[in-house]
């Protein structure tokens, strides 16, 4: 598709600057690369496609130049004249998938070399060259020298083969429909280009939640596998697949899916082979046991160490990799119990086990203790763990932060998880730190997202939702990129550098996040959203249920009593000084009080406003900001193509009435159960 959306950050706008095109065109109209391989042709095309839309002018790609001025794509090791310019220095300073580019002089030549150890590398370095054209930078005096920060860098999707996407907010499945692959096989790979081009190296192809069709994916079904295998690979981007721990019952036809038991393990074993046999380069399994339903290791009487365990061994003499994921918890809870702590499951499951993994077994671990609210603490198995191999896991797919009708930009938010400080090893050991894998001396760390993405032609619904998906990436990439920095990288490539643009746009994604807040649950409590499809208001539609998930709103005050002293312990849970920060009501950050303390709704907050004023006027305030974000969309009118604009003016529009919903339902909620006027004696309805 030729569609300016479909094309994302990648649609490659044409220069319009004579001057600009002149100089680009000088080491642009000559591309040497003398190496072969899959990886390498999609360079090729990725080079050829760019420079064609970028400048107008057909690249010469060959593997020798007598031009004086050109650009070389090439290993180390593969080309005299590129390795006569490597300094010894760089070359040990370049990691694995990292990478070089350099403008070099030599006698009459100049030339821009991008260089690496590794395809996946030249890769990601020619996408780096693309963007540098993109944001219009000049060439002359280029030198980058970059390595990702986390080795493994993934997207998780929850498609399932009928072509429905589990909190999927932008279409169906890009890749199943009727139990099959799809047909539209070019897609899959844009998506694989948007994918690499912000450095992704990984995928899981289906829904964590394994049904009965998804399970033979590991066995009659592969040939879909292989497909998607076939296409990814290209792009440097390893293929996982979600089982279901209870497999060998379900496909194998066993009477047990018991990790110690004999023949269960050989079962696991004969798979594997299958699958490498099939799949050489499998990257390995993503297990979601013992959680919401999905069988596991409980159900005989086995622990998490043992599940993964007996996978991992099965995987071990193909160096695949088990991702076993942390969110287990009791979701058959009774509201009344206010001892159990949904928040404290996965620390209280999987510290106990720290140690016991074998190498290939990697925990992937959500961003918060609950489950990815609008804002949570971060989860303190980070900073729990010390000898197992973690994942982050963060949500792409906007399940409860306005699924994807309602903008709000994601980056600000994991910028604050990546950045806390768990005290894991002493102060300074942030979230980024641990799954870089640095402090444990393991490759075996990284990311992984919940992709927003379906077969909207957009890909992702909300037009600027595409912008989660580019961060995501950016930041698994480097966690330590900022957030204005991934903002406007991807303005400029998805919609040009106009600056106005750039200046309205910029401030309506940034702000967004703390926008949404605003009118939904306040203060770090979550939910309050309708069971289910979790879209809309519902102060109490988790509050009796079984699941976990309780605000504790009485006539008096609200929140969760999480401290040490007089609560569920949880705060117990963190490293000092995190501990006593979230201990006592007077040091907690305030965006969290709620998470960590019954409050009464008179007490006051910082600014000296009661909670219940704070609830109030924040309410009020999210509206007011949503029209703001409108009237700034607005100024763009003209300044981009008019199928974007109006497309994202209409989800505006649509978030404004939704927004209003939401002030409504809580404040009548709250001033219902309290009694309390609101101050400033607007009306909140009865
Ligand atoms: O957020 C919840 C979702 C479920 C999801 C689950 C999980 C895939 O509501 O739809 O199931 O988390 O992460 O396993």
């Known amino acids: 598709s030729n569609e300016i959306d479909y094309q994302c950050w990648l649609n490659y706008e044409h220069i319009k600057d004579q001057s600009l095109l002149n100089e680009y065109a000088k080491y642009l109209k000559n591309i040497v690369i003398n190496e072969n391989s899959y990886i390498i042709d999609s360079i090729k095309d990725e080079i050829y496609y760019s420079i064609n839309k970028i400048l107008g002018i057909s690249p010469l790609i060959n593997n020798y130049t007598n031009s004086n001025k050109f650009i070389t794509i090439s290993k180390i090791g593969k080309n005299n004249l590129v390795d006569s310019f490597l300094k010894d220095e760089e070359i040990i300073a370049i990691d694995e998938e990292g990478f070089l580019i350099k403008t070099v002089n030599s006698h009459d030549k ?88 912000v450095g992704i190296n990984a995928i899981s192809l289906n829904n964590v939640n394994v049904g009965k069709e998804e399970a033979r994916l590991i066995d009659d079904k592969i040939y879909i596998v292989e497909t998607l295998y076939e296409i990814f690979k290209r792009y440097g981007i390893k293929v996982f697949l979600s089982v279901n721990f209870a497999s060998p019952i379900m496909i194998g036809g066993l009477k047990t899916a018991d990790p110690l038991n004999k023949e269960v393990n050989e079962w696991w074993k004969k798979r594997a082979n299958f699958i490498y046999d099939h799949i050489p380069e499998f990257g390995g399994f993503l297990v979601k046991a013992d959680s919401e339903d999905q069988p596991g290791p409980y159900s005989y009487n086995r622990n998490h ?53 074998l190498d290939n077994v990697i925990i992937q671990i959500k961003n918060g203790p ?90 992702t619904g909300h037009t600027l939702a595409q912008a989660n998906l580019y ?116 040091s907690c950050p305030e965006e969290l009080l709620l998470f960590f303390h019954h409050v009464s709704y008179i007490y006051k907050l910082k600014n000296n406003k009661t909670l219940i004023q704070h609830i109030y006027d924040t309410h009020f305030e999210g509206v007011e900001d949503v029209q703001e974000l409108i009237n700034q969309w607005i100024e763009l009118e003209g300044l981009i193509d008019n199928k974007r604009y109006q497309d994202v003016l209409s989800r505006l529009l649509e978030q404004k009435e939704h927004a209003k919903e939401w002030r409504d339902v809580i404040n ?3 001033y219902r159960k309290t009694m309390i006027y609101d101050e400033k004696c607007r009306k909140i309805y009865p």
């Open 471 to 586: 961060g995501y990436g950016r930041l698994t990439w480097n966690p330590e990129l900022k957030s204005s920095q991934i903002t406007d990288e991807w303005i400029k490539c998805t919609f040009g550098n106009n600056s106005k643009l750039l200046e309205n746009l910029s401030n309506m994604l940034q702000n967004s996040w703390t926008i949404y807040e605003k009118y939904t649950s306040p203060l770090g409590i979550g939910w309050m959203v309708n069971p289910g499809h979790h879209y809309g208001p519902n102060v109490d539609g988790y509050e009796y249920s079984r699941w976990g998930t309780y605000h504790r709103a009485n006539h008096f005050g609200i929140g969760v009593d999480r401290t040490l002293k007089s609560g569920t312990g949880f705060t117990r849970l963190y490293q000092q000084p995190n501990f006593e920060m979230f201990e006592h009501l007077e």
């Open 305 to 357: 160490a043992d599940g993964a365990n007996m996978l991992a061994e099965a995987l071990a003499p193909h160096n695949g990799l088990i991702i076993w994921r942390a969110f287990v918890y009791n979701c058959y809870q009774d509201w009344r119990d206010q001892n159990t702590d949904r928040a404290k499951a996965a620390y209280e499951t999987f510290i106990p086990l720290d140690g016991q993994f």
């Open 110 to 197: 100049k030339f821009i070399i991008v260089t690496s150890k590794s395809d996946n590398g030249l890769l990601y370095g020619t996408f780096y060259l693309i963007r540098t054209l993109q944001e219009k930078k000049l060439l002359d005096d280029l030198y980058v020298l970059e390595n990702p920060k986390t080795p493994l860098r993934m997207i998780n999707h929850w498609d399932n083969l009928n072509g429905n996407i589990e909190r999927g907010y932008a279409g169906k499945s890009i890749f199943y429909r009727n139990y099959e692959l799809v047909d539209n096989l070019d897609r899959i790979r844009d998506y694989a280009r948007l994918l690499s081009s």
């Open 668 to 670: 009548t909620y709250f």
């Open 370 to 459: 609950m489950d990815f609210q609008v804002r949570e603490p971060v989860n303190p198995l980070f900073g729990g763990l010390k000898k197992t191999n973690q994942i982050l896991e963060l949500q792409i797919t906007q399940e409860y932060t306005g699924q994807q009708k309602h903008l709000c930009y994601l980056v600000p938010q994991w910028k604050e998880v990546l950045d806390f400080d768990t005290y894991l090893f002493g102060e300074g050991t942030s979230v980024s730190e641990i799954i870089s894998g640095v402090p444990f001396n393991s490759k075996k760390f990284g990311i992984a997202g919940v992709s927003n993405v379906g077969d909207d032609t957009n890909w």
